[in-house]
C-alpha cells in the first residue's frame, strides 16, 4: 500500500498518530508484531526467574541471558523498526537498561 492509498485523518492528532504507528514497509497500522527470536530468548530466560528466583551462577546466568536478549531485541528496534513508535520503544528499552544496570 503506498503512501496515497491509505486515508489520512484530517486532524493533527490524527496525522500524528498516522506517523507514528503507520507501517513502512506495509503501509498498515503496527503497534505489536509476532515475537521474534530475542524476545522469546528473554521470556525464556526472564520466565525461570520470576518464578523461581534462582541464586548464584544459575541466577547470574539467566539474568545475563535475559539482558543479552534484550538488548538485541531493542537494539534491532531501533535501528530496523517498521515505525517510528517501535524505534522508539526500542530506544526507551535500551535506555531502560543501561540506567538498570548503572545501578
Known amino acids: ?5 491509505h486515508v489520512r485523518s484530517p486532524t493533527l492528532l490524527g496525522r500524528a498518530l498516522d506517523w507514528l504507528l503507520r507501517s513502512r514497509k506495509t503501509g498498515r497500522i503496527t503497534v505489536a508484531q509476532p515475537p521474534n527470536v530475542p524476545i522469546l530468548v528473554w ?3 526472564s520466565l525461570p526467574r520470576w518464578l523461581l528466583n534462582p541464586t548464584g551462577a544459575t541466577g547470574t546466568f539467566l539474568a545475563a541471558v535475559a539482558a543479552i536478549a534484550l538488548v538485541v531485541w531493542a537494539g534491532d528496534e531501533l535501528l530496523r523498526g517498521v515505525n517510528p513508535f517501535r524505534r522508539m ?4 528499552v535500551l535506555a531502560s537498561l543501561a540506567v538498570s544496570l548503572a545501578h
Open 1 to 5: 500500500m503506498t503512501e496515497a492509498q
Open 89 to 92: 520503544l526500542g530506544a526507551a
Open 43 to 45: 521470556f525464556a530466560a
